[in-house]
């Protein structure tokens, strides 16, 4: 049932969320503060990526530009149209990464933006499903909102009364996560970020924060969370 609830409240949001999402501001925080991290070290270049609960405008035009072949996945039937629009030339499946109906095995990547929280509370199910569709070796690279940081207090308030989320949404348990697949995955690294840009910036859907007044004020917040970044640990 939740699986269905989620997949009408996208289709229903999907336009406003690739709108606030993939704007150019949008674009310029992701890059320089959630996939520049994330994908640190690696090289892209030729790996079979999976952008599993995919938009649009995710991760896939870093990956893409990284040289990786990129799929997108999603139950949405809007999202999906979203991201072929986008990337015609890359495969997209709409399907669930709860089942995703994916052959063992297939891919060096699969990376989660901003997804997780959405599956509560079959979160281990979907990460089952992901270390089956990987390469011995492969890398599922992921952020989050997470459990039991102080903003978690204001978050779960927000996502109870918000029509912009659906009522199984809820952060992520990272200490969790570390123990129930500590014999699936090799944790590598795990970097705590966010700050005044992610959330007016990145996350101006939330806030209902206009296109045009955001363009205005995005590069000096950017700047800023720069700089506090460097200092929150």
Known sequence: MFEKEQKE????IAPLYEAHYGDPSSVRYRHAFLEAPMFEGMDLHGLEVLDAMCSGNGPARYLRRRGARVTGLNISESAIRHFKGQWPDSAALCASILDSGVRDSV???VVVAGGLH???PHVEKGIREIHRILKPGGYFCFYEPHKGSAPDVIR???Y????YFAVNEAA???AMLRRRFKDRF???TE???GNIAYLLVFNSMIFRIPLAWKRTYAPLLIRLEGMLEKRQG
Do not use: P
Request: contains cysteine.
């Open 9 to 12: 409240h996208f289709n229903r």
């Open 107 to 109: 891919f060096d990547c």
């Open 118 to 120: 959405h599956l509560h």
């Open 156 to 158: 779960r308030w927000w």
């Open 160 to 163: 109870r009364r918000d029509r």
């Open 172 to 174: 992520i348990d990272m």
């Open 186 to 188: 090799r944790f590598v």
């Open 191 to 193: 970097t705590y970020g």
